[in-house]
């Protein structure tokens, strides 16, 4: 039987523009969209091994990569190597390894980060903030004794705030 392609079934293949950054976290819709594949297809190749973070969140890169060797594992298996199957199967898998590339490129390009530096980013930042903002109280209390225009407190205090939250923020963006 041959494989319908995502033009029979209703579907068009992920343009380059569409792909997901490296180190993306997809669905499984996501996730089949990127690989060609229904999404019912992306859990049974979870089934066969393929890595996920947790049930419906799938690192695309992990996934990427996994599937190009399945691919490749599946191609050096096949006894008829002039069948259409084959064909199909050596499209899919040019279309995995093309995708893997575009990742590795942004990635190198600078474009996309690694999910795990910008978690790490974002962890200090929000570890930054948090000292910031409780470390508030003792800082200005002094500075609200002589402070009788509520206005003049609530100026004091959403400065403090938009201070924490530009350190912050400077702090996510240099780790990024």
């Known amino acids: 039987m041959k494989r319908k ?3 029979e079934l209703g579907r068009k293949a992920a343009s380059p523009a569409q792909l997901p950054a490296v180190g993306t976290v997809a669905t499984a819709d996501e996730l089949a969209e990127l690989l060609n594949l229904s999404a019912r297809r992306v859990r049974q190749l979870v089934e066969l091994g393929m890595p996920r973070i947790a049930p419906g969140r799938y690192d695309v ?4 990569r996994w599937y190009v060797a399945f691919l490749t594992r599946a191609i050096a298996a096949r006894p ?3 069948s259409p199957e084959h064909a199909g199967e050596v499209l899919g898998l040019l279309r995995a390894k093309r995708a893997l590339r575009e990742l590795t490129l942004g990635e190198q390009r600078g474009t996309v980060a690694q999910l795990d530096s910008v978690a790490l980013g974002w962890e200090h930042a929000v570890e930054v903030l948090r000292a910031r903002l409780l470390s508030a109280p003792s800082r200005l209390s002094t500075a609200f004794v002589d402070v009788a225009d509520p206005e003049e407190a609530r100026a004091l205090l959403a400065a403090e705030v938009l201070g924490a939250l530009a350190e912050a923020g400077r702090i996510a963006r240099a780790r990024s």
Request: hydrophobic letters at 10%; a positive charge.
């Open 80 to 82: 008829e190597p002039q």
């Open 61 to 64: 890169r992990k996934c990427a």
């Open 5 to 7: 392609g995502p033009r």
